[in-house]
């Protein structure tokens, strides 16, 4: 467990932990955008307690991401000293957009958001709520801009062992940019929208807020049914534009080993432990030529395997290969769902179809687990690269710093998250198990859908009128 590993493992486990939060605020605001919107067109008082409910939940994990993230920050000073050295010009800059920018506007206008209800018009009061969302995208896009360029740099110059920016547009736009960001905003929308869906299907089963609830898995179904064909869409051009710049790590996604004979084509491992001391997998159950057809989009394709570099150029394949099937896996799950829900709601059975409501409670954590796993496809893939071809992760970490002191810190953080967010989770699952409820008469959540006109002076009142304000 030397240094190295320690800060590894130390990162992973911090923005492993971080991403789940801005991952579900990301869905979460762009939801409360749409409920605010639906009651100032309809003027239903459920859409308003709808927004009220899920705003508590937004508050309490915005908070918890931004605790998470910022801790995060200090370690590229404190572990990866030669990597905030040689790419700082670049990454600092990115990571500064993001706050200049999505966290600042996110800032400015959440305060109005989560208390200003009553001092805002409602139409204020929306575009509040959509500056929050839209400065969750933009932080998103910044964040993607920085690791897409780790993974595909561009754009810079080098300047003896310092990266330099040559082209801030060919560092931003870097050629797995826009991939990587449609796929992680889709991916962030369906783990907040099997929440929800989850949610509301919980709150059927119990026979509570059926009102609220069957509105809300009607929303989940024709959202899903939209946003997870076309996140499998869009993994598979993430995956072809992995395979022209990192073909390796595609291999290990694969356990794809050696090359096969000329128009063989490459199979598709169902299943198999990779075995990276023999160079093969144990135990493999491969379609032929599947893989060729998914890959490569052509029944003869090939792809570049694992040994057409030196072993310390691979990857740690068993964990890529894992992650891999548990993402891919958890994404046809979800897919099914949404598609027997879509059947039941057809059928006019959707709330009352319990094997659907268990789906969907049973796939409510699914987007979180396959964020992670994707998330670990991609970083344990990047190996042993931190700036893919260019800077080895072992020659990144910080040159004088002890293990001892990374193990130290590193048990501070499992024992401060555990009970910060473990008291934090907590409390949303109060809240979840409690669920929407209207707004009590008089609350200031009840004022806030008032129709509020501007009362008349008394100087401009007649006689009768003060007369009758005697009277009562």
């Not at 561009?154 to 547009?169: A, C, L, R, T």
């Not at 869009?234 to 995956?239: E, P, R, S």
């Not at 992650?323 to 829900?341: C, D, I, P």
């Not at 396959?370 to 910080?398: H, I, K, N």
């Amino acid at each position: 467990m030397d240094t190295l590993l320690l800060s590894r493992i130390q990162f992973g486990f911090v923005i492993s932990f971080h991403i789940l939060f801005p991952a579900f605020t990301i869905g979460l605001a762009n939801w409360l955008a749409f409920l605010e919107w639906r009651w100032l067109r309809t003027g239903q008082a459920l859409w308003w307690d709808l927004y009220v409910f899920w705003r508590k939940v937004f508050a309490i994990s915005f908070g918890m991401g931004v605790v998470s993230g910022i801790v995060m920050s200090f370690q590229f000073g404190t572990n990866w000293a030669v990597l905030s050295e040689r790419a700082g010009n670049v990454l600092g800059p990115l990571l500064s957009y993001e706050v200049l920018t999505a966290f600042f506007l996110e800032a400015g206008f959440l305060g109005v958001m989560l208390f200003g209800a009553r001092r805002v018009g409602p139409w204020v009061h929306f575009f509040c709520t959509a500056m929050v969302a839209l400065g969750t995208l933009i932080s998103t896009f910044w964040i993607i801009a920085a690791i897409s360029w780790m993974h595909t740099p561009q754009g810079h110059v080098q300047q003896g062992n310092v990266f330099v920016p040559g082209d801030w547009w060919a560092i931003v736009f870097n050629p797995s940019f826009p991939y990587r960001l449609v796929h992680m905003v889709l991916a962030a929308f369906i783990t907040t929208c099997f929440v929800i869906g989850g949610t509301s299907a919980w709150y059927l089963r119990r026979g509570v807020h059926p009102e609220a609830a069957a509105r809300m898995l009607r929303l989940a179904v024709v959202f899903g049914a939209i946003a997870v064909p076309a996140q499998i869409l869009a993994g598979d051009q993430h995956g072809l534009n992995t395979l022209q710049h990192q073909p390796i790590k595609v291999a290990a996604m694969e356990g794809h080993w050696h090359a096969g004979a000329p128009g063989a084509g490459v199979p598709l491992v169902l299943f198999g432990v990779p075995n990276q001391q023999a160079e093969r997998n144990d135990f493999e159950l491969a379609v032929p030529r599947l893989g060729s057809l998914i890959l490569t989009h052509s029944w003869s394709g090939d792809i570049e395997p694992l040994t057409a570099v030196v072993p310390e150029d691979r990857p740690p394949v068993l964990p890529v290969f894992v992650f891999f099937r548990v993402m891919v896996g958890l994404g046809l799950l979800m897919l099914a769902v949404v598609a027997a829900s879509a059947w039941a709601w057809w059928r006019g059975r959707l709330e009352r179809a319990t094997w659907v409501l268990r789906g969907w409670q049973l796939l409510s954590p699914a987007g979180f687990a396959a964020l992670l796993a994707g998330w670990w496809v991609t970083e344990f893939g990047r190996q042993p690269w931190v700036v893919y071809g260019l800077l080895r992760t072992r020659d990144a970490v910080s040159p004088h710093l002890a293990a001892g002191a990374v193990a130290t810190s590193l048990a501070g953080y499992v024992l401060v998250y555990a009970v910060i967010f473990g008291a934090g989770i907590w409390y949303l699952w109060r809240l979840l198990h409690k669920g929407p409820t209207p707004a009590a008469p008089g609350s200031a959540d009840a004022a806030a859908t008032e129709v509020r006109t501007p009362a008349r002076p008394l100087s401009v009142a007649g006689e009768a009128d003060i007369a009758e304000a005697d009277a009562r």
